[in-house]
Structures are given as C-alpha cells and as structure tokens.
C-alpha cells in the first residue's frame, strides 16, 4: 500500500514537474533601454523570485528590441506573466494583443495613461502598473515631518499635472497645510507661475510634468527657489543631486522587490490588482549643502523611519 | 671718377637691396601675423566677455529680473574696450543697457551667434544668444518621457559693442616700431655697406689712377703710390701685382727709348754717311766736270776751227767724225753738267708764257737729220697751243725725251704731239716712239742715275744712262707730272703735262734760236779774255773763222792795256775764273767802267756752282758753261748785239 502510495507521489510529482518543466517560461521581463535602473531593478526582482522558488529558467529577460523581433516573428511566448521595465516595453507589451497579464513598472502614472489612451486599453488585471510616482500623502507626510514650520506648499503645475491639483488640495487640508498652486501651459510662463507660487509658499513640492520640470528649466527651477530660500522637495535622487533640499523616492530595487510580489501571485494562480498600485517602500535624499544654506537640518534616514512609522510599515 | 660712382653705387647696392627685400618682408610679414594674432586675440576675448554676459543674463532672463539684468550688463561694461551692453528678452525687448547709446546697435533675434564690424565708428558688436542651460539630470521621470527632446529654448540676447581703438593703437605702435626696426637696420647696413665698400673703393680708385697715369706714360707714378702700400688691405694682392707691372712698365720703356736712341743714333750716322757719298758724288761730278770742260771745250772749238779750214773729202770725212766725237764727248759732258746743277740746286726756273710751236719748230730743226740718217720717221705736230713754263727747260726735256726715242726705235717712226685734256686747262704733250718698248719691271728704274736697260757693256754711244733721269727732275722742278707707258717690242709714249695759257700775243716773241747766217758778226770787235792758252787760241780761232776781229787778253790788266788805247770792243767774252783771282763778272765790270759803256758780254765757265751764276745773273751777264758749243756761242754774240741794239735777252743756257 505505502509503495503503492509513494508511487503515485512520484508520478504525480513527476507530471507536474513535467507540467512544471512544460511550462518553462513563466515570467517574461521585458525592460527598455537607458537607464542603470531598469536591470537594477529586474536584477532584485529576479532575486526576490529566485528566493521564493522561481527557478532562473522560469524567467525570461528581453530587451524591447528583442521582444519586439519576437512579436514579429510570431515566437510566441506564453508565460503566466508579462514584466515591462519602462515606457518602451510597456507601450510594446500594451500594443501586442497578449492574453497574459502584463505588469508595467518604473513608469509614471501619467505616461502609462498616456499609452494605455493610444493602445486603446484600459488598466485592469490585465494590464496593470505600478507606479512610480509616490503617493501624494506621502509626499505632502514628508513635508510635514521634515519641515514641520512650512505651512504653505506651493506647486507648479502643467499639462500633464493640472489633474492632481483636486486631491493635491483634500490631502494638503487634510494634514493642515495650505496650497499655493499655480498652472501654467508654456514654458514662457513658468517664471511667472513659479514666481507666483514661492512668493506665497514655505516649501516648493515638485511635482512631475514634462512641461515643468526638464533638462532646460530645472536648474532655473530650482535657483528661483533657493534665491526665495524655499526648499524643493522632489520626487528623484537625481535632483536632490541638482539642488534641491529633499528628494522622495523608490529605489529600482525596492520596486523590483515589490513587482515580484505581485508576480509570484500571478504564478500562484491570481490575478493582478485591478488599480493603480503605489510603490510601498522608498528613500528619503537630503542635500545637506542647500539644507544648512536655507538653514535646514535634516536627516533623511530619521525621515525615513518616520514615514514609514506613520504608514504603520517596518 | 663717374667709374667710381659707378662701381660703388654697385657696391653699395649690392649690399642693400638684398637688406632693404629682406628686411621689407620680413618685417612686414612678421607685422601682418602679429596684427592678425592680435586680431584674432581681441576677437577672442570678445566672444569669450560676450559668452559670460550671456551665462550670467541666462538666470536674469529666465526671471526677468532687470535690476540683475542690468547690474550684469554694467559690470559686462566695465571689461576691457566695452562700449555698450544690452541684454534682450526672447521677444526682442531691450530689458537692460549699459553704456553710451551712440554707439549702441541693436539686430534682430538669431539663434546664430553674430557679429559684425562698424567701420565708420571703428566697433565691433557681438551678440551671443542666451539659452537656457540644460542640466542633465539622471531622471526616470525624465527618461520615461516619449515626447520628442525638446529644442533648445532661446531666452534672449545679449549684445556687446567693443571699440577697437586699443586694438588700432597697438597696431599702429606695432607698425611704428616694426617699421623704426626695419629703418634702423637699413642705416646700420647703409654705414656698415659704405664703410667696407670704401676700404674697397679706396684701393680701387688708386689702382685706377695709377693706370691712367701709366697709361698716360707717367712712370713716377708707381713710385709715389708704393708709398701709399699698406698691408692687410682689400685687394692686396692685385695692388702689389700692379705695382709690379708698373715697374716691369716702365723698365721696358727705358730699355725701348735706348734702343730707340740707338738706333736713330745708327740711322743718323748712316745718313751722315749716305750724305756725305752724295756730297762727295756731287763734288766729283762737278770737279770731273770742270775738270773736262776746258779741254773739252778746247777741242770743240778747234775741231769747228778745222772745219772751216779747206780740207779735202778725206779729211772732211775726218773732221766729221771728230765732230761727231766731240759732240758725243760733249752731249756726256753736258748731262754730267745737267745732273750736277740739279744736285746743286742751281738750275733757276722761268715760267712765262709761250707758244708750244716754238718749240717744236726748234725740236725738228735739231733732230730731223738725225731721224733721217737713221732712218726713222719724226713726226712733230704743230698746235696753237700756249703753255705756262720754262721754254728752255722744257725744250732740253722734250729734246732728250725725242732722242732717246730715236735711239732706241730700230723701225717706224717717233710721233710728237700735244693733246687738250678736256675740261682742266692741261695739255699732254706726248712723245710716241715704235721702239724697243721698255719691260714694266725696267719702268720705275730707267729713271734713276746711270741706269741702262739693255747696256750691259755700258757702251758709250749710248749715253751715260743720265737722260731720263735728269728729264724727272726737271719735269719735277716744273711742276709738270710725267708719264711712262711702254710695251716691249712696240713702243714708249711718254707724256709731259702741261698747264695751258690763253694766247698772249702781246708777250715778247721768242727770239729765233738759231739761224746759220754768220753775216751779222762780220767785223764785230770782240775782247777775249782767258787765261788758258789753248782755250784762248781756240776761241779767237774760231771767232776769226766766223769773221770778227779779235783783241786777246790773259787777264785784266792785259785786257785794261789793249783798250787803253780807246779801242772799244763790240762785245765782251770772259772766262769767269781767270787765274789772277779776278772773277770774270769783276773784270768785265771794270771794263765797261773803264770804257764808259756798257758793252755787250758774256761769261764762259766751267763753274757750275750755283754762286757763279747767280752772279751772273745778278750782274745781268749771260753765262755760257764749257764746253761751249760754237753754235751757241755764235747765237749768243747775236743776240748780244741785238741786244745792244734793242732786243730782248734770252739765256740758252
């Protein structure tokens, strides 16, 4: 009886690491090109997946151009899960009419609407991403908890922006602090808007639009602030680099340690959140230089652990 | 001294065109790449002041913050030969200016970094653009972006006007400098060319002199410049060398003038010499001749006395072949006479004019019966023509010139002529014989003394070789060229011209030359004084025999004696050397003194120094030369008479 028993185990271990070797690629990663921190981030995700289980042949890496030659050529893969890395894989993944899921990441909110809008899709569990813009309470959290004097924040908001604005009020009321925002839709404007805006604020948030913040009116951006001795607190380590006094942001790791949360799911058998899914972990970047200039003293590990207490998060 | 400038100008270009090319470029191309450099420098700067403006106006345009704005352009205005800022927002809009705006432009809006150059005002003007500076942010957020990358956004302009007045002044103290280097260079060169080239010139010049001086034959001159030898001198060598050569120069020289002293000194010695044989041949001529002429004459008168003597056919014979000796002895005694008057230069010419038919009427009256008896044809053509010469001259030339042609023509005849050379107012007149000829190699010598073609054994009968030669001469004395054309084995012609004279009909005629009536001396009372016994007996002989009557005297006194009685003689013939050392002229001089007339004389010598006749001459006493042929002297007493009785006086002799 028992070896009888053992017998069917084996077989039924055997089928199913058959079925299991049948189903060699389960995770697809397609990332795009151009930064560091695509492969960082594919490289965490593989780890995290790799210590749940997921053994490296499940999971297949591609660059864009690859997947795109293999789109073409009819190769079909057909993983449980797709992982786009940026905007390029997932404006690729979004266009190919795949039955998969597909988990967009390292993208900002705004662009995968955008993509979504030309693919003619709509995000579900079908096609999800995860965001990497960071909550605005959490940001609006950081300003209170670093600059607890700053009552007026100020925003400067574009195009690509302006829809923030409502919550960007409701939370900013919420926490107590009052919201001088200014819109503008050229960038012969800016000047006038930003002027307007730090005039009349403690703390400039910055918030992501192209129109806003690029290469040309950064740094303009961010002396206008530091000449108003208001410090910016932004959304990347790169400008906390340029200038600015804080930066709130997720690591590439840390958001491929999450993406493999919702992948392992996936090869559970469930499906991805049907809603915008918000980066849980983050960094907090302190520019102690233009910190001590405005006369700021500021630890960004104590932030850190701040926040993440009020998010009730280890 | 133009050589001289000639070869220093040469010097000193030679030394400063090169100087003058090189420095020019070189100077000048240093100059241009330095004006350039600095050009090109202040360009630079310019660009570099107008790209700070710009970076610094970047933030100040971007917040249109004029104050700043302005404090920029001010301190841009405060850089070096900044005249003007203006700072430009993207709509064109001047937000802030700085300097004086005369010399402020502005232009339109240009991506393009520009400038440009006001020359009138001498400013150029920049204007940088100003963009907004990108700051390359590692930024997902930024990467995510599918928008295209956006151009880079012009904030607006920044414009700055530099004047260029420093510029120019540098370069124009560049200039200034370069060319005062350039010009210095020039003079040190010229001094430096003038002070060699006269070290050169120097020498030059005194080897140059000291040529010309030798050229000019000026020996001293090598010694004074050997003062001037210095050593270490340009051209050392070639002075020294021409030292060298003046030397040799002028050693030459003296050898030359002593050879040449001792040559001329030779030549003279020999001309003394050849002098002294002609003297010596002229005073044995004329001794020789004076020598002959007594007995001589002696002998003619004698042999014409035989003559008139009876004698038979045998002895007439005889007598004509003794005349015909006498003669030839006295045809050779008178060409000695001929050659030694000429040599003596005794020979007087009297050119007058006369008619040439005289002559030849005279020339065949001498020589037909000679051209008969030998057989020979003498034609003498008469002419009308009138020649200005010497009669008697002239007729012993023609007389010797138509005997040779008879003794040397064997067959045909002798042809004497006168022919008009047309248009020059000169005869020919020719004498033309069918003889023997005369070889053209013999033409040029049968002039010259004693010379004979075809006389090897100097036969006598044919002269002594003298004929022709005392012929050149006189034709010589009269001015008249003579000519020879011969042919061997057919004839001579020569050929005497003369010049012509229009007929002058008033000239006193010639007196007849010769007549053979004697009836005009008969019962003349002639004086004869000679001291020589057989010359007096002679002559009075003869004179008998011509039927005057004779006193005789050996001297002076004698002669005094004879007509102290009152017999005065006719007509008066003296010796001119009588031996009491009375000349004949002094003789017949007292005679006529004595007398108290002046009776017709004449004189016989054998003299024929020149002195003789000239006194002669001068005591207007005709001279008759022994031997005299009686003929003559027949012809003379004539004359005399008619002299005395109013006929002119013709000298024959």
Same mark, same amino acid.
């Given at each position: 009886?028992?070896?009888?028993?053992?017998?069917?185990?084996?077989?039924?271990?055997?089928?199913?690491?058959?079925?299991?070797?049948?189903?060699?690629?389960?995770?697809?990663?397609?990332?795009?090109?151009?930064?560091?921190?695509?492969?960082?981030?594919?490289?965490?995700?593989?780890?995290?997946?790799?210590?749940?289980?997921?053994?490296?042949?499940?999971?297949?890496?591609?660059?864009?151009?690859?997947?795109?030659?293999?789109?073409?050529?009819?190769?079909?893969?057909?993983?449980?899960?797709?992982?786009?890395?940026?905007?390029?894989?997932?404006?690729?993944?979004?266009?190919?009419?795949?039955?998969?899921?597909?988990?967009?990441?390292?993208?900002?909110?705004?662009?995968?609407?955008?993509?979504?809008?030309?693919?003619?899709?709509?995000?579900?569990?079908?096609?999800?991403?995860?965001?990497?813009?960071?909550?605005?309470?959490?940001?609006?959290?950081?300003?209170?908890?670093?600059?607890?004097?700053?009552?007026?924040?100020?925003?400067?908001?574009?195009?690509?922006?302006?829809?923030?604005?409502?919550?960007?009020?409701?939370?900013?009321?919420?926490?107590?602090?009052?919201?001088?925002?200014?819109?503008?839709?050229?960038?012969?404007?800016?000047?006038?808007?930003?002027?307007?805006?730090?005039?009349?604020?403690?703390?400039?948030?910055?918030?992501?639009?192209?129109?806003?913040?690029?290469?040309?009116?950064?740094?303009?951006?961010?002396?206008?602030?530091?000449?108003?001795?208001?410090?910016?607190?932004?959304?990347?380590?790169?400008?906390?680099?340029?200038?600015?006094?804080?930066?709130?942001?997720?690591?590439?790791?840390?958001?491929?340690?999450?993406?493999?949360?919702?992948?392992?799911?996936?090869?559970?058998?469930?499906?991805?959140?049907?809603?915008?899914?918000?980066?849980?972990?983050?960094?907090?970047?302190?520019?102690?230089?233009?910190?001590?200039?405005?006369?700021?003293?500021?630890?960004?590990?104590?932030?850190?652990?701040?926040?993440?207490?009020?998010?009730?998060?280890? | 001294?133009?050589?001289?400038?000639? *070869?220093?100008?040469?010097?000193?270009?030679?030394?400063?065109?090169?100087?003058?090319?090189?420095?020019?470029?070189?100077?000048?191309?240093?100059?241009?790449?330095?004006?350039?450099?600095?050009?090109?420098?202040?360009?630079?700067?310019?660009?570099?002041?107008?790209?700070?403006?710009?970076?610094?106006?970047?933030?100040?345009?971007?917040?249109?913050?004029?104050?700043?704005?302005?404090?920029?352009?001010?301190?841009?205005?405060?850089?070096?030969?900044?005249?003007?800022?203006?700072?430009?927002?993207?709509?064109?809009?001047?937000?802030?200016?700085?300097?004086?705006?005369?010399?402020?432009?502005?232009?339109?809006?240009?991506?393009?970094?520009?400038?440009?150059?006001?020359?009138?005002?001498?400013?150029?003007?920049?204007?940088?653009?100003?963009?907004?500076?990108?700051?390359?942010?590692?930024?997902?957020?930024?990467?995510?972006?599918?928008?295209?990358?956006?151009?880079?956004?012009?904030?607006?302009?920044?414009?700055?006007?530099?004047?260029?007045?420093?510029?120019?002044?540098?370069?124009?103290?560049?200039?200034?400098?370069?060319?005062?280097?350039?010009?210095?260079?020039?003079?040190?060169?010229?001094?430096?060319?003038?002070?060699?080239?006269?070290?050169?010139?120097?020498?030059?010049?005194?080897?140059?002199?000291?040529?010309?001086?030798?050229?000019?034959?000026?020996?001293?001159?090598?010694?004074?410049?050997?003062?001037?030898?210095?050593?270490?001198?340009?051209?050392?060598?070639?002075?020294?060398?021409?030292?060298?050569?003046?030397?040799?120069?002028?050693?030459?020289?003296?050898?030359?003038?002593?050879?040449?002293?001792?040559?001329?000194?030779?030549?003279?010695?020999?001309?003394?010499?050849?002098?002294?044989?002609?003297?010596?041949?002229?005073?044995?001529?004329?001794?020789?001749?004076?020598?002959?002429?007594?007995?001589?004459?002696?002998?003619?008168?004698?042999?014409?006395?035989?003559?008139?003597?009876?004698?038979?056919?045998?002895?007439?014979?005889?007598?004509?072949?003794?005349?015909?000796?006498?003669?030839?002895?006295?045809?050779?005694?008178?060409?000695?006479?001929? *050659?030694?008057?000429?040599?003596?230069?005794?020979?007087?010419?009297?050119?007058?004019?006369?008619?040439?038919?005289?002559?030849?009427?005279?020339?065949?009256?001498?020589?037909?019966?000679?051209?008969?008896?030998?057989?020979?044809?003498?034609?003498?053509?008469?002419?009308?023509?009138?020649?200005?010469?010497?009669?008697?001259?002239?007729?012993?030339? =023609?007389?010797?010139?138509?005997?040779?042609?008879?003794?040397?023509?064997?067959?045909?005849?002798?042809?004497?002529?006168?022919?008009?050379?047309?248009?020059?107012?000169?005869?020919? =007149?020719?004498?033309?014989?069918?003889?023997?000829?005369?070889?053209?190699?013999?033409?040029?010598?049968?002039?010259?003394?004693?010379?004979?073609?075809?006389?090897?054994?100097?036969?006598?009968?044919?002269?002594?070789?003298?004929?022709?030669?005392?012929?050149?001469?006189?034709?010589?004395?009269?001015?008249?060229?003579?000519?020879?054309?011969?042919?061997?084995?057919?004839?001579?012609?020569?050929?005497?011209?003369?010049?012509?004279?229009?007929?002058?009909?008033?000239?006193?005629?010639?007196?007849?030359?010769?007549?053979?009536?004697?009836?005009?001396?008969?019962?003349?009372?002639?004086?004869?004084?000679?001291?020589?016994?057989?010359?007096?007996?002679?002559?009075?002989?003869?004179?008998?025999?011509?039927?005057?009557?004779?006193?005789?005297?050996?001297?002076?006194?004698?002669?005094?004696?004879?007509?102290?009685?009152?017999?005065?003689?006719?007509?008066?013939?003296?010796?001119?050397?009588?031996?009491?050392?009375?000349?004949?002229?002094?003789?017949?001089?007292?005679?006529?003194?004595?007398?108290?007339?002046?009776?017709?004389?004449?004189?016989?010598?054998?003299?024929?120094?020149?002195?003789?006749?000239?006194?002669?001459?001068?005591?207007? =006493?005709?001279?008759?030369?022994?031997?005299?042929?009686?003929?003559?002297?027949?012809?003379?007493?004539?004359?005399?008479?008619?002299?005395?009785?109013?006929?002119?006086?013709?000298?024959?002799?």
């Amino acid at each position: 009886m028992r070896r009888y028993w053992r017998c069917l185990c084996w077989a039924l271990a055997l089928s199913l690491g058959g079925t299991a070797a049948q189903a060699q690629q389960r995770v697809v990663i397609v990332s795009s090109v151009g930064s560091a921190a695509y492969a960082t981030m594919a490289k965490s995700m593989v780890e995290v997946l790799a210590s749940r289980g997921v053994v490296s042949s499940d999971i297949v890496q591609l660059g864009a151009s690859q997947m795109a030659a293999r789109l073409q050529s009819a190769l079909s893969l057909q993983p449980l899960i797709f992982v786009a890395i940026g905007s390029e894989a997932t404006q690729l993944l979004s266009s190919a009419r795949l039955s998969v899921p597909v988990l967009s990441t390292l993208i900002p909110r705004r662009n995968f609407e955008r993509i979504l809008q030309s693919a003619g899709r709509v995000p579900g569990s079908q096609l999800n991403a995860l965001y990497l813009d960071q909550p605005l309470r959490r940001q609006l959290a950081l300003i209170h908890v670093a600059l607890p004097q700053a009552k007026r924040v100020g925003v400067l908001l574009g195009p690509d922006s302006a829809f923030e604005l409502p919550r960007l009020r409701s939370l900013a009321a919420a926490k107590g602090l009052t919201l001088r925002d200014a819109e503008i839709a050229s960038s012969d404007a800016l000047f006038a808007g930003l002027h307007r805006v730090l005039e009349d604020s403690d703390v400039l948030l910055a918030v992501a639009d192209p129109l806003v913040l690029n290469t040309l009116t950064i740094q303009n951006i961010l002396l206008t602030s530091f000449r108003g001795r208001i410090p910016m607190v932004a959304f990347s380590q790169a400008y906390v680099r340029a200038g600015a006094a804080l930066a709130l942001y997720s690591d590439p790791a840390q958001v491929g340690r999450q993406a493999a949360v919702y992948v392992l799911e996936v090869l559970r058998g469930n499906a991805l959140p049907d809603h915008a899914i918000e980066p849980d972990d983050f960094e907090v970047e302190v520019n102690q230089h233009v910190a001590r200039s405005l006369g700021l003293s500021l630890d960004a590990q104590a932030l850190r652990l701040t926040l993440r207490r009020l998010e009730n998060l280890p | 001294m133009r050589a001289f400038v000639d *070869i220093r100008a040469r010097l000193l270009l030679a030394a400063l065109l090169p100087l003058l090319v090189v420095s020019t470029v070189l100077v000048s191309v240093l100059l241009l790449a330095r004006l350039d450099d600095m050009q090109q420098s202040y360009d630079q700067r310019n660009r570099s002041v107008a790209s700070q403006v710009a970076l610094a106006s970047e933030y100040g345009l971007f917040s249109v913050n004029q104050s700043q704005l302005q404090a920029i352009a001010q301190g841009g205005l405060r850089q070096a030969d900044v005249r003007w800022v203006a700072i430009v927002d993207g709509g064109g809009q001047m937000l802030a200016s700085a300097g004086d705006p005369g010399n402020g432009l502005l232009h339109p809006m240009n991506p393009l970094a520009t400038q440009g150059f006001d020359v009138k005002r001498r400013l150029d003007w920049f204007t940088q653009p100003v963009f907004a500076g990108s700051l390359e942010i590692d930024d997902l957020f930024e990467k995510n972006t599918l928008i295209e990358p956006k151009p880079r956004r012009q904030l607006g302009q920044v414009v700055l006007v530099f004047s260029r007045h420093a510029v120019d002044r540098r370069a124009h103290e560049m200039l200034l400098a370069g060319g005062l280097i350039s010009l210095l260079g020039l003079i040190f060169g010229m001094a430096l060319a003038i002070y060699l080239s006269r070290g050169v010139m120097r020498p030059i010049q005194r080897i140059t002199q000291l040529t010309e001086r030798i050229g000019r034959g000026d020996f001293e001159a090598v010694s004074q410049m050997r003062q001037h030898e210095l050593t270490r001198e340009p051209l050392q060598a070639l002075q020294s060398d021409i030292y060298r050569m003046a030397d040799r120069l002028s050693v030459a020289r003296e050898d030359l003038e002593q050879q040449v002293h001792l040559a001329t000194q030779a030549l003279l010695e020999k001309k003394n010499e050849a002098e002294n044989a002609n003297r010596a041949k002229s005073h044995f001529l004329a001794a020789a001749s004076h020598d002959l002429r007594q007995p001589t004459h002696a002998l003619g008168l004698f042999v014409s006395r035989l003559a008139q003597l009876p004698h038979d056919a045998q002895t007439g014979a005889l007598i004509d072949n003794l005349e015909a000796s006498v003669r030839a002895m006295q045809h050779l005694l008178d060409g000695l006479l001929d *050659i030694s008057r000429l040599d003596a230069q005794a020979v007087q010419v009297n050119k007058r004019p006369f008619p040439l038919s005289v002559l030849l009427h005279q020339l065949t009256q001498d020589l037909a019966q000679v051209a008969q008896e030998k057989g020979l044809r003498l034609r003498i053509r008469q002419t009308d023509y009138w020649v200005m010469s010497d009669d008697t001259l002239l007729y012993r030339i =023609l007389l010797n010139l138509v005997d040779n042609a008879l003794n040397y023509t064997e067959r045909g005849g002798v042809l004497v002529a006168v022919r008009p050379v047309y248009g020059t107012g000169l005869v020919r =007149l020719q004498v033309w014989d069918s003889g023997i000829g005369i070889a053209p190699e013999h033409q040029t010598a049968v002039f010259a003394e004693f010379y004979q073609v075809a006389n090897p054994g100097r036969d006598r009968t044919k002269g002594l070789g003298l004929g022709l030669n005392i012929v050149q001469r006189k034709a010589a004395l009269l001015g008249h060229p003579l000519q020879l054309a011969s042919h061997l084995g057919r004839g001579t012609r020569f050929t005497l011209t003369l010049p012509t004279v229009a007929a002058d009909l008033d000239a006193p005629a010639l007196p007849a030359l010769e007549t053979t009536s004697s009836q005009e001396l008969f019962d003349v009372l002639a004086l004869v004084i000679e001291d020589d016994l057989l010359v007096r007996s002679a002559l009075c002989g003869l004179l008998q025999g011509w039927g005057l009557r004779v006193i005789e005297a050996r001297g002076l006194s004698e002669a005094l004696e004879k007509v102290a009685d009152g017999t005065m003689p006719d007509v008066i013939i003296s010796d001119y050397r009588l031996h009491d050392e009375h000349d004949g002229i002094a003789v017949i001089g007292r005679l006529r003194s004595e007398l108290g007339s002046s009776i017709a004389a004449c004189l016989v010598s054998g003299d024929t120094d020149a002195s003789v006749m000239r006194s002669a001459r001068a005591a207007g =006493l005709t001279l008759l030369h022994k031997p005299v042929r009686p003929a003559k002297l027949r012809s003379l007493l004539r004359n005399l008479l008619q002299v005395q009785s109013g006929s002119s006086l013709v000298d024959l002799s």
